[in-house]
């Protein structure tokens, strides 16, 4: 009995020394390299430069200052995000499995300690391989989503960070420090979750509304045409011109476009569309 105990509790300590090893972390130690880069950044925006700034006269000089103040500030966001996202990655992998698996197998160890341990053994074991597989099955879940919102946060990142770096070969005078700070700051909100689940619930309800829209509500025979490719195509060009004229389309025939599209009773409407859609101006 005392040598299920010690191999439960040697189970039980198993998640909290996976967690302390270099390997799960995830990352390479760089304190020494993030310290002496922290202090670099941090140095481009100070508020000497920043008053710098302000006396500077000279155009180029003054755009040049501009933008290593800028860059600078985001080159610091970008430290600060990189230790937050592993950080979040650490906490959502490794502690909720391992404080699972560690509370599973230390009540399995209380249940092999008592004066019918040896009647209880299988279950507790049983226990806690399935309570290790719940556990597990929540982990992954977890760690799905944090995936998704970190993607969606660096895609928000990098479409901020790509207008700002796309300014920076602006004046001043269109282009001041205090509007590209201000870009800044959404650069750094950008990185946050809030923003991250804000964006794919924006996604998540375009895509519902264009699957709305889509939806086929009737059976009817499969009678696409060559109208069919090319309003489809006009449709997928991104032109307001030519989507307005389509869903007028929609509107007037009560339809959807799967349908309009597919269904022969919509071929002659194909057609007088598409002549519609050919004398678009491009």
Do not use: H, W
Request: charged letters at 20%; proline letters at 3%; hydrophobic letters at 40%.
């Amino acid at each position: 009995m005392s040598r299920i105990f010690k191999i439960v509790v040697a189970l039980a300590l198993l998640p909290a020394l996976a967690g302390c090893t270099p390997s799960v972390a995830g990352t390479p130690n760089l304190t020494e390299y993030q310290a002496v880069s922290d202090r670099y950044f941090a140095s481009a925006f100070s508020t000497q430069r920043l008053a710098t700034y302000e006396t500077v006269t000279d155009p180029g000089r003054r755009q040049s200052l501009r933008n290593s103040i800028v860059l600078g500030a985001i080159g610091t966001i970008d430290l600060r995000y990189a230790k937050f996202v592993n950080r979040l990655t650490q906490e959502s992998q490794i502690v909720p499995f391992g404080a699972t698996v560690t509370s599973i197998s230390l009540s399995t160890a209380g249940a092999l300690t008592g004066s019918e341990a040896a009647k209880t053994t299988l279950a507790a074991v049983d226990t806690a391989i399935k309570g290790g597989v719940a556990a597990y099955d929540k982990s992954i879940l977890a760690d799905r989503t944090i995936q998704a919102l970190q993607k969606q946060m660096q895609a928000n990142r990098n479409r901020v960070r790509s207008a700002i770096i796309a300014k920076l070969s602006e004046s001043t005078l269109s282009y001041p420090l205090e509007l590209a700070m201000i870009d800044v700051n959404e650069y750094a909100a950008a990185g946050t979750i809030t923003a991250g689940m804000a964006t794919i619930d924006e996604q998540a309800a375009q895509n519902l509304a264009v699957s709305e829209d889509e939806k086929v509500t009737e059976i009817f025979k499969y009678a696409a045409d060559e109208s069919s490719v090319e309003i489809r195509a006009f449709y997928d060009s991104g032109s307001p011109a030519a989507r307005l004229a389509i869903e007028e389309a929609l509107k007037r025939e009560g339809t959807n476009l799967v349908s309009f599209l597919n269904n022969g009773r919509y071929a002659q409407s194909r057609r007088t569309l598409l002549t519609k859609l050919r004398s678009l101006p491009e």
